[in-house]
């Protein structure tokens, strides 16, 4: 078995808290600046938007002097108000073509803004400790970065779209009532306004925790169903494909009853609305009506005063959907934000340099010194893996660890790479700590090679290049021929474009594993951790990877964390470990003359063999 120690069990004082959920001024306050990076268009499409409705609240206006025209018996006799005419389709035209000029100039903004933001979040989750990845559920992290860059998508358009335009647009009707009739058509029109504002923020927050809840309960059902996909094997190896329906059906169950809820709230939220809108439209026509038969309005004034309610009331009969989405974009944009406020446990400190590896006398060394001075960890405060270990691996040596389970081998490799940092003491790569250069340039020096090998679902040659992105096939063929895969690219019809399939399921493990010596030869690092990278296979696998693991390693510096102690007889120094703490270190021919800890192992597993 492998070292596995638990790193979420407690938190260290630099991770993540959970922080009060902001404002919804504050998540837009966040969106902002990427809106303005773009100052110019934004300028030029909000002045696209007052022209717009400039010639829509002109239309009705248009409107009422063609009609006035038509009925008064002076001038309906003569002729067709040609130029009214034209100009009504020109405004008519205006409208359309200011509107568009507006999206069209505001669609990079918007697409631009999402892309920043859903690039920003990516690189972010990536420069995350292990400890997040590790404490993450895949299905509802994606849902919420894919709900969140939609929700600015939405809330852009909704905003700029439908709600300043209508706004602008009351604005400008209500000052032409004032100017031009009688006070009552403003108290109606500002009254509704008011009365539907209320009603509908009132519901809608009332409705909104319904909406919520389906998006978690949605997340969780979607991490369900990721994780049994991803898992598909052991739900094969214990015929548990029922079981695992069960338990999405009852996701699913519970996001039906959350569905349901929201639903019938948004039907009690339409029907009042459209109560709000019917009464209000009715007085204004009434009280229209009213100053045409007291001959203080025209019959062109009732026309208007209709098609301003209308051109008022059709889009306001949205804005219940409107406010409701647009608080959902809030709420999923919150969650997007929110990825970011998660601290970076490891992170560069300021002024860290790039790492350096000295030059050697012997041209075929390319490894540091390595130093591991009085190196202290423990994953949570109560329980310490590390307890001031020391040992050096010198210049383009091997150095093994092995260990009972527990004791802290795979621990050495995470603090190498530094997916976490040490509690006390320090690591040294020619004499640089490596809290004091830069991550990027440590983990381009460091390659590991892991006991399960994990790839892309993709060709053989993408995830052969991804040692090395860009490298030419040349390369790639000499990789190839020295982690001893040629064969089994030679026994493929699709040779190098074959698909590996979801986590490289279509190769056996002795094929993944090679793959993962080829690219670390693409890599070249000159620092390389072997993480039990024979464990898993078979004996004539493991002597063959074993072969391609030593070109591998050669003048490089080499640690392998091992569990088959046969795997590590040849090893320049080989570290013995028990509960954090080095209890033996030599050669190995010398430590079997000390009969210690190292003999006893080496006799428990020889015994097995002779057995067999």
């Known amino acids: 078995m492998r070292s596995r120690a638990n790193p979420s069990a407690a938190l260290p004082l630099d991770a993540p808290v959970t922080k009060p959920r902001r404002s919804d001024w504050e998540t837009v306050r966040m969106l902002l600046p990427y809106l303005w990076a773009f100052k110019w268009r934004v300028l030029f499409a909000l002045t696209c938007l007052v022209t717009a409705k400039l010639t829509n609240v002109g239309v009705p206006v248009v409107l009422k002097q063609i009609v006035d025209s038509l009925t008064d018996p002076k001038t309906a006799a003569l002729a067709v108000p040609i130029a009214l005419l034209a100009g009504y389709g020109l405004l008519r035209l205006s409208t359309t073509l200011f509107t568009e000029l507006r999206e069209l100039v505001f669609a990079r903004v918007t697409q631009r803004a999402v892309r920043a933001v859903a690039l920003q979040v990516f690189n972010h989750l990536h420069a995350l400790s292990l400890r997040f990845h590790l404490d993450r559920a895949t299905g509802g992290l994606t849902r919420d970065i894919e709900r969140g860059t939609r929700g600015i998508s939405s809330l852009v358009s909704y905003t700029l779209y439908s709600i300043l335009p209508t706004l602008i647009e009351i604005a400008m009707v209500l000052t032409y009532l004032v100017l031009n009739y009688e006070v009552w058509f403003a108290v109606i029109t500002v009254g509704a306004l008011v009365l539907y504002i209320v009603f509908t923020i009132t519901v809608t927050e009332w409705r909104t925790h319904f909406r919520r809840s389906m998006n978690d309960l949605d997340s969780k059902a979607n991490t369900r169903a990721v994780d049994s996909l ?46 709000i809108i019917a009464c209000a439209v009715t007085l ?59 601290n970076r446990e490891v992170d560069d400190r300021p002024g860290a340099l790039p790492m350096r590896v000295m030059p050697r006398a012997d041209k075929n060394v390319l490894g540091p010194e390595i130093r591991f001075e009085q190196v202290q ?34 621990t050495l490799a995470r603090l190498l790479f530094r997916f976490y940092d040490v509690s006390g003491g320090g690591i040294r790569i020619d004499g640089q700590d490596i809290r004091d250069i830069t991550q990027a340039s440590l983990r381009a020096n460091v390659g590991i090679v892991p006991q399960d090998t994990v790839l892309f679902n993709d060709t053989l040659r993408y995830n052969l290049a991804y040692g090395k992105p860009g490298v030419d096939q040349e390369h790639i063929s000499q990789a190839v021929k020295a982690a001893q895969l040629e064969g089994f690219i030679n026994s493929v019809p699709q040779g190098y474009d074959i698909l590996v399939g979801e986590r490289g399921l279509k190769l056996s493990g002795g094929e993944k594993q090679r793959v993962a010596i080829a690219r670390m030869l693409l890599k070249n690092p000159p620092i390389l951790i072997l993480d039990e990278a024979t464990s898993a296979l078979d004996t004539s696998n493991e002597q063959a990877i074993q072969e391609a693991l030593r070109t591998l390693a050669a003048g490089r510096t080499t640690l392998v964390i091992a569990h088959r102690l046969s795997t590590v007889v040849d090893a320049d120094q080989i570290l013995v470990m028990d509960q954090g703490a080095l209890v033996e270190q030599g050669r190995h021919d010398e430590l079997l003359q000390r009969g210690g800890v190292y003999a006893q192992m080496w006799a428990a597993q020889a015994q097995p063999e002779i057995s067999a």
């Open 230 to 275: 991803l898992n598909y094997e052991t739900v094969k190896y214990f015929n548990n494909e029922g079981f695992e329906a069960r338990r999405y059906d009852e996701s699913l169950q519970r996001w039906e009853e959350a569905a349901v809820k929201s639903q019938t709230s948004l039907s009690l939220l339409n029907v009042g609305q459209s109560a």
């Open 377 to 410: 960890f423990a994953y949570s405060p109560d329980r310490p893996i590390l307890k001031g270990l020391s040992f050096v691996m010198a210049p383009g040596t091997t150095t093994a660890v092995v260990g009972p389970s527990g004791a802290g081998k795979s």
């Open 284 to 342: 204004m026509v009434w009280r229209a009506t009213v100053g045409v038969v007291e001959g203080r309005m025209t019959l062109g004034d009732l026309v208007l005063v209709n098609a301003f309610m209308i051109q008022l009331y059709i889009p306001l009969n949205f804005l219940g959907v409107l406010y409701r989405e647009i608080k959902q974009s809030l709420t999923d944009m919150e969650k997007l934000f929110g990825l970011l406020d998660a």
